[in-house]
Structures are given as C-alpha cells and as structure tokens.
C-alpha cells in the first residue's frame, strides 16, 4: 500500500525501477533514479551545453591520439563521448546506463557486435565494469540477433526503439536483458493515423502495447526487463505503474516529483498472468519480418525512429567537427 502523503514520484519508485532519460547527468542527481538511458539526441543535445564543454574536448583529444585517418579519428571521438557522458552518469546512479550503437548500424549484426564490443572495451579501459553497461540496439532483425551473441558474452542489451509485438517475442526469445517499447511515439502514429488529437491513458495505444507486452512475459515467464519509454504526459507514465521500468525526461520526474495524492498500481505479476490472452509464439526471420509487414505503425516508426537517431549522430559528428 503506497503512501498518498507521498509524491506520485517517490510511490512510482515503490513499484516500478525509474530509470532518467536523459544525458544531462547534472538534473539526474535531482530526481536519484536507478538507471539512466542515452541515446544520440540526446548526447547531441547535452554536448552542446557550456557545462560538458570538457568531455567533448576530451574526447576530440582521444580521437586525434588514437584514430588512424579522419574518418576513424571521428568514430573513436563519438565512441569515447559516448562513453564519457556514460562513466559521468554512473556516479549518480547506483546501477545502469544505457549507451547505443550507432544507428547506422541497425541492419548490420556483424557492424553491431563489433561496436558493442568497442563501447564495452572503451568502459572497462575507463574502470567501469560491463556488468554496469547496457548496449542499446534498434530492435531489427539485425539488431536482435547481435544483441542474442552479445547476451553470451556478458553483455547486456537494451532493445530500442520498440513498437511492434513481433519486436517483443524475438526480443524475449533472444533473452536480451531489457526492452524499451516507445509507448508516446506510438501514440503519435495513432494520433496521425485516426485523426484525433488524443486518447485517454487508459486507452493510448501505447499504454496498450507495453501492457500486452508485460502480460505476455509474465505469463510465459520470459526474465526480459519491460522498460515502458517515449512519454508524452504523465498519465501515460501512471498508467503503467507497476511496469518492470520506466524511463522517463526530466520535464515529467519533476511535474510527478511536485504532484500529491495516491498513484494506483496497474501492473502486477499476477494480474498479468490472469489478463494475458495471448498465446505462445516462437518467430524465425520469415514470420518475424512479416509480422511486422503486417504491422504498419511498428514498421513506420522503427524506420523513423533508425533515420532520427542516425541524423543526430551525423549532427554530433558535425558539432565535433567544428571543434577539432
């Protein structure tokens, strides 16, 4: 029984692992999450404050010594920011960060392994622990199956970018660590797709998805972390209390940090093994690429969400250009 004296923040840590999503590492320390996700827009976003100004010429620095030819001197600068902004989270965080592979790379599992590896070798040659680390891969057919390997190997992944069910199962078969199914990003399809300007939280299709989702692990058993992300408002966030985690932008872990009264949970193991409808599936490649033909928003918005990120890295590489 959660305490209605307490913040919705503060009970929603009682029931779910909130995660900040965000690389500004200075606001985490406001709002003490257990984890932090990174991902490039916002790393571009952060690199461009005053405050980072000394990670940025770091790593510039890192790269000039160690690349062979510009091109690998700029990939060994954005591998080694990425991985700064990471090291700096994890002294204000008691557990994780994510950091993610270019996503460049979301159709290339061989191009994936090998920067996974890059980003994991750059952690433990900083002190840090891989056992601190989540790898972030684009959930592609591609990106699943590196992310399989890497599980072997001690290296846990988060699965991005997120929105289809046919993501979910192979995600799950592949025993990767954790999901992050995008539940505003959803929305914003429906939204666009239906003509309207929104939906109740109880009725977003996000919300409907990442519930489906955790219903369907529950009940089958799968370990995969359910990482509800891509919020909108708050009431998407309430909505999945009780989720595995969250991971949520300052914005709304201050507006949630600031509001009173009892947040209802409406996730649990058990009610999700009674309300779960689905039954088992396994996927090959075959029924995993036409699930998602079949899937429109889930194709659309994967394919948006791979070209976004990789825009933002160029931007990035741009940014460190224009300072080395």
């Given at each position: 029984?959660?305490?209605?004296?307490?913040?919705?923040?503060?009970?929603?840590?009682?029931?779910?692992?909130?995660?900040?999503?965000?690389?500004?590492?200075?606001?985490?320390?406001?709002?003490?999450?257990?984890?932090?996700?990174?991902?490039?827009?916002?790393?571009?976003?952060?690199?461009?404050m005053p405050a980072y100004e000394d990670l940025v010429r770091e790593a510039i620095t890192y790269?000039?010594?160690?690349?062979?030819?510009?091109?690998?001197?700029?990939?060994?600068?954005?591998?080694?920011?990425?991985?700064?902004?990471?090291?700096?989270?994890?002294?204000?965080?008691?557990?994780?960060?994510?950091?993610?592979?270019?996503?460049?790379?979301?159709?290339?599992?061989?191009?994936?392994?090998?920067?996974?590896?890059?980003?994991?070798?750059?952690?433990?040659?900083?002190?840090?622990?891989?056992?601190?680390?989540?790898?972030?891969?684009?959930?592609?057919?591609?990106?699943?199956?590196?992310?399989?390997?890497?599980?072997?190997?001690?290296?846990?992944?988060?699965?991005?970018?997120?929105?289809?069910?046919?993501?979910?199962?192979?995600?799950?078969?592949?025993?990767?660590?954790?999901?992050?199914?995008?539940?505003?990003?959803?929305?914003?399809?429906?939204?666009?797709?239906?003509?309207?300007?929104?939906?109740?939280?109880?009725?977003?299709?996000?919300?409907?998805?990442?519930?489906?989702?955790?219903?369907?692990?529950?009940?089958?058993?799968?370990?995969?972390?359910?990482?509800?992300?891509?919020?909108?408002?708050?009431?998407?966030?309430?909505?999945?209390?009780?989720?595995?985690?969250?991971?949520?932008?300052?914005?709304?872990?201050?507006?949630?940090?600031?509001e009173k009264g009892e947040l209802v949970r409406r996730l649990s193991l058990e009610g999700a093994?009674?309300?779960?409808?689905?039954?088992?599936?396994?996927?090959?490649?075959?029924?995993?690429?036409?699930?998602?033909?079949?899937?429109?928003?889930?194709?659309?918005?994967?394919?948006?969400?791979?070209?976004?990120?990789?825009?933002?890295?160029?931007?990035?590489?741009?940014?460190?250009?224009?300072?080395?």
């Amino acid at each position: 029984m959660t305490d209605s004296s307490d913040n919705i923040l503060d009970q929603l840590k009682s029931m779910t692992t909130v995660v900040a999503d965000t690389g500004d590492f200075e606001s985490i320390q406001q709002y003490l999450p257990t984890d932090a996700t990174t991902n490039p827009s916002l790393i571009f976003a952060a690199a461009q404050m005053p405050a980072y100004e000394d990670l940025v010429r770091e790593a510039i620095t890192y790269g000039q010594d160690v690349g062979v030819g510009a091109a690998d001197k700029l990939t060994r600068t954005v591998d080694k920011l990425f991985v700064s902004f990471g090291k700096e989270i994890l002294d204000v965080v008691p557990r994780w960060v994510s950091t993610e592979v270019d996503a460049r790379l979301s159709y290339d599992t061989q191009g994936t392994l090998d920067k996974a590896r890059t980003l994991i070798a750059l952690y433990e040659e900083a002190g840090i622990s891989r056992d601190r680390i989540l790898i972030k891969i684009a959930s592609t057919w591609e990106g699943i199956k590196a992310a399989e390997e890497l599980e072997k190997e001690g290296i846990r992944c988060n699965l991005t970018l997120l929105f289809g069910f046919a993501q979910a199962i192979a995600c799950a078969e592949a025993n990767v660590t954790l999901i992050s199914p995008f539940v505003g990003r959803i929305m914003d399809w429906f939204k666009a797709h239906d003509g309207v300007d929104g939906f109740a939280a109880e009725d977003d299709p996000g919300v409907v998805s990442v519930k489906r989702i955790y219903r369907y692990y529950k009940k089958f058993e799968y370990k995969t972390i359910v990482m509800g992300a891509s919020f909108r408002n708050v009431g998407e966030v309430k909505e999945l209390a009780g989720c595995d985690a969250l991971t949520i932008g300052p914005k709304f872990l201050e507006e949630m940090m600031q509001e009173k009264g009892e947040l209802v949970r409406r996730l649990s193991l058990e009610g999700a093994q009674e309300m779960c409808d689905d039954e088992k599936v396994s996927l090959d490649e075959g029924a995993f690429r036409w699930m998602m033909n079949e899937d429109a928003m889930a194709t659309e918005k994967l394919a948006e969400g791979i070209r976004n990120f990789a825009a933002d890295t160029v931007k990035l590489e741009a940014l460190i250009q224009g300072r080395s």
